[in-house]
């Protein structure tokens, strides 16, 4: 089994750890709600830039507590609309960032400053260079960071399996990876809409350069979808990041690459699938195919998505040996966040996996609107000789929204 590295940094004193939100949408519901369950952990405080949201969250906070408050246990849930007010003011030992994506680093970069622990959402990172600042800064103040990729932990542990049957040599040498996920981002091309009383746009747009207010990607009040800020490439990454950085993170994980990449992207002359990263020691990834991934080897293949964990033949997936090598793999993503936050190991997805994770996802974008070879120097983190894609790895924040 894998050891987890220590992170020096004391644990927080508390009985209870004292935890907030930023953020209240769709994917929160189920993620607060699960927090709420959790023993040892309070909510204090929860931050979100539209009021019908923020208010809800709090509201349901306040209603899990309730018997708690009565007996004086708790102190009550704080509400804000901005979280640069809420760490100024609010004794936290640890954030749940659940904003859209380009809005994740700046808060984390703030949270990792006030040593403040952090689970944040994936795609972590909205582009590359982002991404090894968040992991340097959160690396300075010794921060325990846990990326939302949970299909390393949760599903049944089939992702965990498939990798332990890879590095067992179960499908001999690993050749070729295909993953099949959607496409890249577009520019947003929405029409402006009259702004609620209720939305802090400014907010909302972060670090993003301006446009007005659409529904579309900041939706009135409470909603069951999954808004479409993810398609437009001034706030996400597309499809391809959305759910890449669920399975090109397994794709790495199996290749032993969490701390590395691909040296060479290779683009189709035209259409949104069919890009190949081809990595040092030579195997192949490819964007496109069945959905999620499949490893194909010199003895056989693997096909591995939430739901779904089979070979080509029987006995790839019979049990291993006793002795052979296995991943620590927590069968719960958030409770392996506040188990480490106690004992000050490294969870299973942290900021270094997360952003390599997420930087394939920006290499593939990038290939694709350039169409041509690309050859990227993982340790270095640039393009060889290439000032239009080194250009692209990085972006202009909104004044006042500048990285410190």
């Known amino acids: 089994m894998v050891m987890a590295p220590m992170i020096l940094r004391a644990a927080p004193r508390r009985e209870r750890l004292q935890i907030a939100f930023i ?4 994917r929160a519901y189920g993620v607060m709600n699960h927090a709420l369950g959790q023993k040892d952990v309070r909510i204090v405080a929860v931050c979100d830039v539209e009021g019908t949201r923020r208010a809800k969250a709090q509201e349901v906070v306040e209603k899990r507590y309730a018997e708690d408050r009565k007996s004086g246990a708790y102190q009550g849930c704080r509400s804000y609309v901005d979280y640069r007010e809420m760490f100024e003011k609010e004794d936290l030992d640890g954030v749940v960032i659940m904003t859209p994506d380009h809005l994740h680093v700046h808060p984390a970069l703030l949270a990792a400053n006030h040593k403040i622990d952090i689970y944040c959402e994936k795609p972590l990172t909205h582009h590359i260079q982002e991404g ?15 990326t939302g990729s949970q ?15 890879i590095h067992a040599g179960r499908i001999g040498q690993l050749k070729t990876i295909r993953v099949g996920v959607g496409s890249s981002p577009i ?8 702004k609620p009383d209720n939305v802090n746009w400014d907010l909302w747009l972060g670090p993003a350069p301006w446009r007005e207010y659409h529904e579309d990607l900041c939706p009135k ?36 690459m969490d701390t590395s990449g691909p040296v060479k992207i290779e683009p189709p002359a035209q259409g949104d699938s069919g890009l190949k990263f081809t990595y040092a020691n030579g195997t192949e990834m490819h964007h496109g195919g069945p959905g999620g991934c499949t490893f194909e080897g010199s003895e056989g293949s693997i096909s591995v998505d939430r739901t779904v964990l089979k070979s080509s033949k029987p006995d790839i997936l019979l049990p291993l040996d006793a002795g052979a090598k296995r ?20 969870p299973i997805c942290t900021a270094e996996t997360g952003h390599r994770s997420a930087t394939v ?23 060889k000789d290439d000032a239009d894609a080194n250009a692209l790895t990085t972006r202009t924040n909104r004044s006042g929204w500048e990285y410190v």
């Not at 953020?23 to 769709?26: A, D, F």
């Not at 299909?151 to 049957?165: C, D, K």
């Not at 520019?187 to 009259?194: A, I, N, T």
């Open 151 to 165: 299909q390393r932990s949760e599903f049944g542990g089939r992702f965990r399996t498939a990798v332990e049957m």
């Open 327 to 346: 991943f620590t793999s927590p069968a719960d993503h958030f409770r392996d966040w506040i188990d480490c936050m106690k004992s000050r190991k490294s």
């Open 187 to 194: 520019r947003c091309d929405l029409p402006p809409q009259p």
């Open 23 to 26: 953020g209240y949408g769709k």
């Open 221 to 256: 009040g409470l909603h069951s979808h999954y808004p479409a800020f993810r398609k437009y490439e001034e706030y996400a990454g597309g499809m391809l990041a959305d759910m890449g950085a669920h399975h090109f993170d397994i794709a790495q994980w199996a290749m032993g």
């Open 132 to 146: 090894r600042l968040l992991v340097s800064t959160v690396a300075k103040n010794q921060v325990i960071f846990q």
């Open 361 to 383: 996802c920006h290499l593939a974008n990038i290939a694709y609107k350039l169409r041509r070879p690309l050859i990227w120097d993982p340790v270095n983190e640039r393009f």
